[in-house]
């Protein structure tokens, strides 16, 4: 289990935000998926927490349970065969988990939205995208058809879409990559939540395009000064937009870190292998460094730590216990705001 | 849409005249019209040869499906065994037909996509494993088993209705024997909206409809209905013309004089004209609404455009 120690403790959010409770906080979260091999656990004790205003970074291979967790603060895990067995999903301290189904509803777009990864495919191929991003309106806030339009007009503007006027009765075939993550990030950000979730919005795209749709994305963010969780696996994404990192694997947080530290002096072999593995022009010709190994099967988490089989430093004691999320201090004992670590061996990593 | 709609209009001509030359000659093979003529007693030779000649019978097989042609192309289908025109026959019965029909088609959507989606959502549970056993139940057992034991048990023994249908077969009376010539077809739309409903349901875009928070009716019927119902809409469409012309059982069951109670009377008479006469309608009912199910697919899906 591993537990942030101190989650107000963070670096202060952007816009300064003075309210003390976050705007979300996910405690001592757990998923697990039932199927007929057995318990597939997704997520084992997560802890993290977002500020109006503020950008975590979740980082984390495929199947570390990142997404997961996003579905899970949204509810939109399949349950069956996922369940939640213990753990808090707090939307301005009130638990979500205990709510009742309109009253997570009414907060689900409203107040907390999420793009997706592949537009295409999120999109529903037989409305045009003026229906579907006017759906937001008409159901949230009672809106007419034709009212609902115009706003879904003005929406597309908003996300840089040219003659939006001309596009709104357009499918979301008729449109590219980009232009369709617009409409994605258009249709989450329609009513100006508190919190946008983004689960690897641009894996899908092209580098060009990529950078253009997550400039879009922070200065959307700064503009309503909301808080946004940022799922990806792409470091170099999230050096630009981030304020946190929160490094994910095998459903547990194993470091977290403000930006730039995590960057400067990672405290987790496994955060440490992932820096290595970034290609950089200055060691042209080397070969490029790899984690050995492949990530764990969800259905048998190694005991002990579980980066253990793969981690260049294991030793006996990351086979038989599991390290908890360490803050991490400086060697002379100063407290690093914000950082923690779960290995057994932070010390070294980070000082050594 | 419309140079599309003209061009398999004109892909009809050669189905159209394959299939009508198909059953001429089948019709041919099957025996001596003339025999049919004279009841149940031989032909005198001399009066056969005299009809034979009357009818055009003596004529090369090409020629006489020629000739037919000719006289269909100005809404002459011929007489039937009883004298009566075949296009007066057509009157009567295709009307019976198409209210049946419609009857079946009817119980088809409401009863079939109703199922469909509450299996589809609740697939693996006691209601879907019931459903789908019904189901299996259903089209295995032949149409005439159905429709006699239902003709049993409503008509004969619990007199909820009455076993055979009136000559003028109103809405009314149509209603079990309706239901009867869905069922099978009401049990694979079952199956077919299952599926296509179980699988969309997964789909991402229904995700993302959930996590838009709009209401649970709001994402089946809006986000999932539609695009579950483009299979079940194709096998319903091309189902409108084999219910017409399937109606051969239920409506012998039900006596009900339709399409079906003609065919068959011409068939058993060998009636050239009345069995080829209703088949080309048929064959032109079957391949409109073909059409209609490819132009109603494009309205459904803006996906597909056809140029």
Redesign the interface.
């Known amino acids: 289990m591993t537990i942030i120690e101190e989650t107000s403790s963070v670096p202060t959010p952007r816009s300064g935000d003075s309210d003390t409770t976050p705007l979300l906080e996910v405690r001592d979260l757990h998923v697990e998926f039932h199927t007929r091999d057995g318990v597939a656990k997704a997520v084992n004790g997560v802890n993290y927490s977002v500020s109006s205003g503020e950008t975590l970074a979740v980082l984390g291979e495929s199947g570390s349970g990142k997404s997961v967790t996003a579905q899970a603060i949204?509810?939109?895990l399949?349950m069956p065969p996922g369940s939640i067995p213990q753990g808090q999903i707090l939307y301005r301290g009130q638990d979500m988990l205990t709510m009742s189904?309109e009253e997570r509803?009414?907060?689900?777009?409203?107040k907390i939205?999420?793009i997706?990864q592949?537009a295409l495919?999120?999109?529903?191929?037989?409305?045009?995208v003026g229906y579907q991003l006017g759906?937001?309106y008409r159901?949230?806030e009672g809106l007419s058809r034709k009212a609902a339009k115009a706003k879904a007009i003005e929406l597309m503007e908003r996300v840089n879409i040219p003659a939006a006027k001309a596009r709104v009765n357009d499918?979301p075939?008729q449109f590219s990559g980009g232009m369709r993550q617009r409409i994605m990030i258009a249709?989450a950000l329609a009513l100006e939540p508190d919190l946008i979730i983004a689960d690897e919005p641009t894996t899908a795209l092209d580098v060009t395009v990529q950078a253009q749709v997550m400039d879009l994305l922070a200065d959307l963010q700064r503009e309503f000064n909301m808080g946004l969780i940022l799922i990806t696996h792409d470091l170099g994404v999230v050096a630009d937009v981030a304020d946190k990192i929160a490094v994910m694997y095998a459903g547990r947080i194993v470091e977290t870190a403000p930006v730039h530290e995590l960057y400067k002096r990672p405290a987790h072999p496994y955060t440490r292998g992932l820096l290595d593995s970034i290609p950089r022009l200055d060691q042209k010709g080397q070969e490029l460094y790899a984690i050995k190994g492949l990530p764990p099967n969800l259905l048998k988490i190694p005991a002990g730590c579980a980066f253990n089989p793969r981690c260049p430093k294991a030793q006996d004691i990351c086979r038989t216990d599991v390290p908890v999320l360490d803050p991490v201090t400086e060697q002379d004992g100063t407290e690093l705001p914000g950082r923690g670590s779960a290995c057994h061996f932070w010390k070294e990593t980070i000082h050594g | 849409m419309g140079r599309y709609v003209i061009r398999r209009l004109l892909q009809m001509i050669p189905v159209f005249i394959g299939a009508t030359l198909l059953i001429f000659l089948m019709v041919n093979v099957m025996g001596d019209p003339i025999a049919g003529l004279c009841g149940e007693r031989q032909c005198d030779p001399a009066t056969a040869a005299q009809l034979r000649s009357q009818f055009g019978l003596d004529k090369p097989v090409w020629q006489q499906y020629a000739t037919y042609m000719g006289h269909v192309f100005t809404g002459d289908f011929g007489t039937a065994f009883n004298g009566q025109k075949v296009t007066e026959l057509m009157g009567t019965a295709f009307p019976i037909t198409i209210r049946l029909t419609i009857v079946a088609i009817v119980f088809e959507i409401i009863i079939g996509i109703t199922l469909g989606v509450i299996t589809g959502l609740r697939r693996g549970r006691p209601v879907d494993s019931g459903v789908l056993l019904l189901t299996l139940v259903v089209i295995s057992v032949p149409t005439f088993v159905t429709g006699l034991i239902v003709q049993l048990l409503l008509g004969v023994k619990w007199n909820v209705i009455s076993p055979s249908v009136s000559t003028a077969a109103p809405l009314g009376e149509l209603i079990v024997p309706g239901l009867v010539l869905a069922s099978v077809s009401l049990a694979y739309v079952t199956r077919l909206t299952r599926t296509s409903i179980a699988e969309n349901n997964r789909s991402d875009y229904v995700r993302t409809a959930i996590a838009k928070g709009l209401p649970r009716h709001r994402v089946i019927t809006r986000h999932l209905l539609r695009n579950s119902l483009i299979p079940v809409i194709t096998f319903i469409g091309t189902d409108i013309g084999a219910l017409m012309g399937g109606a051969i059982v239920t409506e012998r069951i039900f006596n009900i004089h339709g399409v079906g109670y003609q065919l068959y009377q011409g068939i058993l008479r060998q009636n050239t004209q009345t069995v080829v006469g209703f088949v080309t309608i048929l064959v032109i009912i079957f391949l409109l609404a073909n059409l209609l199910v490819d132009v109603l697919y494009a309205v459904l899906d803006p996906r597909i455009r056809y140029a």
């Open positions: 949204m509810g939109i399949d189904y509803r009414k907060i689900r777009g409203r939205a999420m997706f592949d495919s999120s999109l529903n191929p037989v409305l045009s759906e937001m159901v949230h499918y075939h249709m």
